[in-house]
């Protein structure tokens, strides 16, 4: 008789975000009354602006509390569709756009609706920790293409063509870069275009950062925008989690093409239904009024990404990447031969400082900390680190 405890199928072989299991950790350490900073955390640390948290309020209040259609109101998807136009050259339809619990959810969908058996996926490294969850939940192959940090953590167009075989599905694309903060430059973007319309594959394009963009060089391009052909073969997922800090109000959205899209609204409804019906009203007034907010915290992160990059090029035996979006930073710790998990670890059992290590990104020698916090924390934090490193030199 087979044993049920260890058999499953291939969502319980799924691992825990490793992101999720350090800041549970920190938030342990916290609770004993220890100060911890939480460098972890991929969420803004400001409070949904009022307008938004009204605008749901109001409908809750108005009733708006029953089941919506599967896919999302249409009053939010014609929204995301004219945004989708005007802030991405990205021309769609209501019909096209699927409202979901979630960005995350909205990228999984995506993958198990389009991916399964015999398929591979395409994931330039480092990667966000859930995108080969998803993958091998939806029982399709990983293929890993390394990134170099000289390229701007950019796919080289010949180690991606060289990735690709007649079992490509799909390739997933993440700008500006959870982890790297990278943000993809055009020249870049049409030839990863130009490859998957040559030999037939799909784009996934994770933009839930797009917002959060600091370098006037380094502008947010939607790879859907280049042209028709790529449009006709990409997905293209938000959500409200990052630029409007709504993060545990679990919307996101993508737009596919129509027969894609059908396809992902058809899983969705058996999945979910829908999201939060009184929540979705909130999302609406973020797209109509949420801009000046959204450009006030943007503002925000630009100035701690100069307070953290300038501190952390103090700290002994590091290099940094200067990241162009998001409000994450990747540091290089291989010089001191000690493994990223144990770092980690050691990082915040003895310094009191939470980072994720690079292994779960698919980065090996680096770890990743996040300046979704106060500058003050800031400031602790990297002299805490500074501290750290200092110890681990002397030690070898």
Known sequence: ????????????????????????????????????CVMSAGEPDFDTPQIIKQACADALMAGKTTYTPSDGIMELRTAIAKKFAEENGIQTTPQQVIVSPGAKFSDFIAVAALCGPGDEVIIPAPYWVSYPQMVKAAGAKCVFVPTRVENNYEVDPADLEAAVTDKTRLMILCTPSNPTGAVYRREALEKIAEIAVRRNFMILSDEI?????????????????????????????????????????RLGYLTAPLWLAKKIGALQSHLTSNATSFAQYGALKALEAGAEECEKMRKVFAERRELICSLLDKVPGTKTFRPSGAFYVMIDISSFGVPSVEFCNRLIEEANVAAVPGLGFGAEGTIRISYACSDDTIRKAISRLAEFCAKLSNDK
């Open 1 to 36: 008789m087979k044993d049920l405890k260890t058999t499953y199928g291939n969502m319980g072989e799924m691992s825990a975000s490793e992101t999720l299991a350090i800041s549970a950790k920190a938030k342990e350490l916290k609770a004993k009354g220890i100060d911890v």
């Open 209 to 249: 950062y797009e917002k959060l963009v600091f370098d006037a060089d380094k502008p947010h391009i939607s790879i859907a925008s280049l042209n028709p052909r790529i449009a006709d073969l990409t997905v293209t997922v938000n959500g409200f989690s990052k630029a409007y800090a709504m993060t545990g109000w």
